[in-house]
Nanobody, 116 residues
Framework: QIQVAESGGGTVQAGGSLRLSCVAS????????MSWYRQAPGKERDFVAR???????TVADSVKDRFSISRDTGKDTIYLQMNTLKPEDTAVYYC??????????WGQGIQVTVSS
């Protein structure tokens, strides 16, 4: 089994920055990628970014000029650096871990609120 936990959320003023962290624990040797998603109130969950264990990464076009994803290989931890935050970035941010064989494990989500 794999557990995923997010941290680093909170409230920030528009234009500010936040860095979210996500740590995977358990059978992490079977992972090949981890991702960030977000879900705003009343909307569907949207993809934000993904990083593979090869260290290649992709970020959604809507945020790629402001957000970046990185990984600490020694700690099975990924980060989402969010800069120049906007009120429309307000959402619950979810982390997921991708396992060989097709399983995807989700964290409980963490709130990010950007005030105008």
């Amino acid at each position: 089994q794999i557990q995923v936990a997010e941290s680093g959320g909170g409230t920030v003023q528009a234009g500010g920055s936040l860095r979210l962290s996500c740590v995977a624990s358990g059978r992490t040797f079977s992972l090949y990628a981890m991702s960030w998603y977000r879900q705003a109130p009343g909307k569907e969950r949207d993809f934000v970014a993904r990083i593979w264990w090869s260290d290649s990464a992709t970020v959604a076009d809507s945020v790629k000029d402001r957000f970046s994803i990185s990984r600490d290989t020694g700690k099975d931890t990924i980060y989402l650096q969010m800069n120049t935050l906007k009120p429309e970035d307000t959402a619950v941010y979810y982390c997921s871990a991708h396992e060989y064989g097709g399983n995807e494990y989700w964290g409980q989500g963490i709130q990010v609120t950007v005030s105008s």
